[in-house]
T-cell receptor, first 115, second 113 residues
Framework: DAGVIQSPRHEVTEMGQEVTLRCKPI?????LFWYRQTMMRGLELLIY????????DSGMPEDRFSAKMPNASFSTLKIQPSEPRDSAVYFC???FGRGFTDTQYFGPGTRLTVL | DAKTTQPPSMDCAEGRAANLPCNHS???????VYWYRQIHSQGPQYIIH???NNETNEMASLIITEDRKSSTLILPHATLRDTAVYYC??????????????FGKGTLLTVNP
């Protein structure tokens, strides 16, 4: 069974450009999470979707970041315009349900470098 | 969520048991202890979780003290592939934020040949 799929795996862009990261959750999962990992701040939750609806976006850094989940099989995280401080590894994770014992399954991540 | 304290790094010889400690002295009665690990350049991976009883699965064992203020993750026969950062996470059992995993700095376990 395929795990969480993220694309691209690596992205290098210049400051000011639009960046779109993609995620395909595990089939049958109804919760999806976007995380960002940096050396300074570690792993941070950016946004959480349940049944395709954004439930908590309090971790989204600013208006330059937006996330969508048009259906149960696909989500995007967009940064427009990108800045060098957005350089990080972005992880997508999915799980089923919203109970407190649910485990999250993480994708391989997208390493973003903004020059 | 209760705060956790882990040593920043540990070493273990290949084939030996790795015992990773975690302190969570402010844990509440309905909070679970979760362990995840992150191998270099990969996403975090779930290992095991428990409430108050000891737990074992194919990857590891989790020992929680009777007062629940600390726990130990045990990898019974560590291999080189177990070299990773191990995160101990305490997670609320109810309420609106029960989906959150708050990752600290974790313990870097290095398994040596």
């Amino acid at each position: 069974d395929a795990g969480v799929i993220q694309s691209p795996r690596h992205e290098v862009t210049e400051m000011g450009q639009e960046v779109t990261l993609r995620c395909k959750p595990i089939s049958g999962h109804n919760s999806l999470f976007w995380y960002r990992q940096t050396m300074m701040r570690g792993l941070e939750l950016l946004i959480y979707f349940n049944n395709n609806v954004p439930i908590d976006d309090s971790g989204m850094p600013e208006d330059r970041f937006s996330a969508k989940m048009p259906n149960a099989s696909f989500s995007t995280l967009k940064i427009q315009p990108s800045e060098p401080r957005d350089s990080a590894v972005y992880f997508c994770a999915s799980t089923f349900g919203r109970g407190f014992t649910d485990t999250q399954y993480f994708g391989p991540g997208t390493r973003l470098t903004v020059l | 969520d209760a705060k956790t304290t882990q040593p920043p790094s540990m070493d273990c010889a290949e084939g030996r048991a790795a015992n990773l400690p975690c302190n969570h002295s402010t844990i509440s009665g309905n909070e679970y202890v979760y362990w995840y690990r992150q191998i270099h350049s990969q996403g975090p991976q779930y290992i095991i979780h428990g409430l108050k009883n000891n737990e074992t699965n194919e990857m590891a064992s989790l020992i929680i003290t009777e007062d629940r203020k600390s726990s130990t993750l045990i990898l019974p026969h560590a291999t080189l592939r177990d070299t990773a950062v191990y995160y101990c996470i305490v997670r609320v059992g109810s309420g609106g934020s029960n989906y959150k995993l708050t990752f600290g700095k974790g313990t870097l376990l290095t398994v040596n040949p």
